[in-house]
């Protein structure tokens, strides 16, 4: 079974604030997903990535396999984007037989 | 096109008692997924189907049953419901496994007393 680990594991920063959230993992992967869960609950995608970077907007992801490491980057951040991010790899690296989650990292970003 | 709904939303249940929770996907889905997620914890994987007619056991099976008669629904049961199992519930789905993106539900929270 994979494992996964993030850092921070709660996070509180101010308006604007250039954000990094950190992901790591045990076992070779096809893909890593990185999701938000909003203070309501739902979960929503993010990102899936199996190399290099992806950018949405002011978000940034990025992926090191060798290094089985990834990164989530928030630019100019905005008290709406406080949630819960979460990291998430195939549970025995690839195939159909589900996710294996990060605990997440909680983030407030204050205005 | 409502994408994955979860029915009930909330759902108290005393110690014993049996309940089947339903995830409807109307994206054409192929593969769908039981999670539990509790505090402190990472989502976890209870049951998962690659098809219709098709189940498998993921990280926390023991307590659950799952069925996937029809491609667009997945039931997960308990049939005789735990304190142990109060927690919040998701189904998610997608087309070709974890390789791509996940679509998931609003979550069925569910407290046995």
């Known amino acids: 079974k994979n494992e996964v680990e993030q850092s921070p594991q709660n996070l509180t920063a101010q308006e604007g604030e250039f954000i990094t959230i950190n992901c790591s993992y045990s076992?070779?992967?096809?893909?890593l997903h990185w999701l938000q869960q909003h203070p309501g609950g739902g979960i929503v995608s993010l990102f899936m990535?199996?190399?290099g970077k992806k950018k949405h907007g002011r978000l940034i992801a990025t992926i090191n396999i060798q290094e089985k490491h990834s990164s989530l980057h928030i630019t100019a951040s905005h008290p709406r984007d406080s949630a819960v991010y979460i990291c998430?790899?195939?549970?025995?690296?690839?195939?159909?037989?589900?996710?294996?989650f990060g605990k997440g990292t909680h983030l407030i970003i204050q205005p | 096109n409502a994408g994955v709904t979860q029915t009930p939303k909330f759902r108290v249940l005393k110690t014993g008692q049996s309940m089947t929770l339903l995830c409807a996907q109307d994206?054409?889905?192929?593969?769908m997924y039981w999670y539990r997620q509790d505090p402190g914890m990472g989502l976890r994987l209870i049951h998962y189907?690659?098809?219709?007619?098709?189940?498998a056991k993921g990280e926390v099976p023991d307590g659950y049953n799952v069925s996937r008669l029809k491609k667009q629904n997945f039931l997960l049961g308990l049939e005789s419901a735990a304190p142990s199992q109060t927690s919040v519930y998701f189904c998610?789905?997608?087309?070709?496994?974890?390789?791509?993106?996940?679509?998931f539900g609003p979550g069925t929270r569910l407290t046995v007393t």
């Open positions: 998610a789905s997608s087309f070709t496994g974890t390789s791509e993106y996940g679509y």
């Open positions: 076992v070779g992967i096809s893909a």
């Open positions: 990535l199996s190399s």
């Open positions: 998430a790899v195939p549970y025995s690296g690839g195939g159909a037989d589900g996710l294996t």
């Open positions: 994206m054409n889905h192929e593969y």
């Open positions: 189907s690659v098809g219709e007619g098709t189940t």
